[in-house]
């Protein structure tokens, strides 16, 4: 069993920054790619970006440039760098551990879940 627990999400200005970070714990973080997700009010859930058990990363397209995600397996932690923050990236930001190694940008590949955490940017 994975727990993760996501903190960081808060409210911030449309071109301002925040830093995620999702800390894990239950099992061999650092096999496991590691995945951000985000769900707007009235959305699916949308892929944002992930890191796999290497470092190799892969964002979506809408936040390429923007985002940066990063892992620190000595603290079984994975980050999530946003900057120039748009009223569009309002969401609940998700993280997700697979149950091996390599990265997928389909939410329903992922085994394990946190809680999420609210991202809200004003215009």
């Known amino acids: 069993q994975v727990q993760l627990v996501e903190s960081g999400g808060g409210l911030v200005q449309a071109g301002g920054s925040l830093r995620l970070s999702c800390a894990a714990s239950?099992?061999?973080?650092?096999?496991?790619?590691m995945g951000w997700f985000r769900q707007a009010p009235g959305k699916e859930r949308e892929f944002v970006a992930a890191?796999?058990?290497?470092?190799?990363?892969h964002y979506a397209d809408s936040v390429k440039g923007r985002v940066t995600i990063s892992r620190d397996n000595a603290k079984n932690t994975v980050y999530l760098q946003m900057s120039s923050l748009r009223p569009e990236d309002t969401a609940i930001y998700y993280c997700?551990?697979?149950?091996?190694?390599?990265?997928?940008?389909?939410?329903?590949?992922?085994?394990?879940w946190g809680q999420g955490t609210q991202v809200t940017v004003s215009a």
């Open positions: 239950g099992r061999t973080f650092s096999s496991s790619a």
């Open positions: 890191i796999n058990w290497s470092g190799d990363t």
């Open positions: 997700a551990a697979r149950a091996t190694g390599q990265t997928r940008v389909s939410w329903s590949e992922y085994n394990y």
